[in-house]
């Protein structure tokens, strides 16, 4: 008889499951730097940090750099279906890979905790909360959040992965040639 266990989908240490705690890590810190700029910044307001970067508090109903953001309404949606597609994907993801795989572990984590963050927002406000702006004389970057800063380098962690892998010999431990 086997262990009923065994057929458990989801195990703390099954493949990168362990790095789980990271995604959890951005969901809170994202949720809690965003609940603190709502608390104690008026909307469209601006606190300087340093002459480059700003506090600004503003509301994203779009993706990236806005994309959408003056749709109808629809656009909420359609990033909240696509944000639990791309997370329930993720964490495919992570439980398949080999558990000596860190960094695209790490990054698979840090894009399911910024997916996430991101997601609890528009579930919750319709809109994104975006409030860490750099700016420099008549260049500025648009404002985005921990979130989308944990995609980000959570996408340079899976192409750095990515490169890695790629020159890697894949050929079984007896020397043997891989079967396709």
């Given at each position: ?35 603190l ?20 508090y ?5 993706a ?43 990054g ?19 809109y ?17 959040n ?17 490169f ?17």
């Amino acid at each position: 008889m086997t262990n009923p266990l065994a057929k458990v989908w989801f195990t703390p240490t099954r493949g990168g499951s362990n790095w789980l705690w990271l995604s959890f890590f951005v969901v809170i810190l994202d949720q809690a730097t965003k609940a603190l700029v709502i608390s104690t910044v008026k909307f469209q307001d601006s606190i300087a940090l340093l002459p480059i970067l700003d506090i600004v508090y503003l509301e994203n109903t779009g993706a990236a750099f806005s994309i959408l953001a003056q749709a109808s309404g629809w656009q909420r949606w359609f990033f909240i279906a696509l944000a639990v597609v791309v997370s329930v994907t993720l964490m495919i993801w992570l439980r398949r890979i080999r558990s000596d795989q860190t960094i695209l572990a790490i990054g698979l984590s840090l894009v399911l905790g910024g997916a996430l963050g991101n997601v609890i927002d528009r579930v919750m406000h319709g809109y994104v909360v975006d409030f860490i702006y750099f700016n420099w004389r008549t260049w500025d970057f648009p404002a985005f959040n921990i979130a989308d800063t944990a995609i980000s380098i959570g996408a340079a962690c899976l192409l750095i992965d990515a490169f890695l892998e790629s020159g890697q010999d894949r050929r079984p431990a007896d020397g043997t040639t891989p079967s396709k």
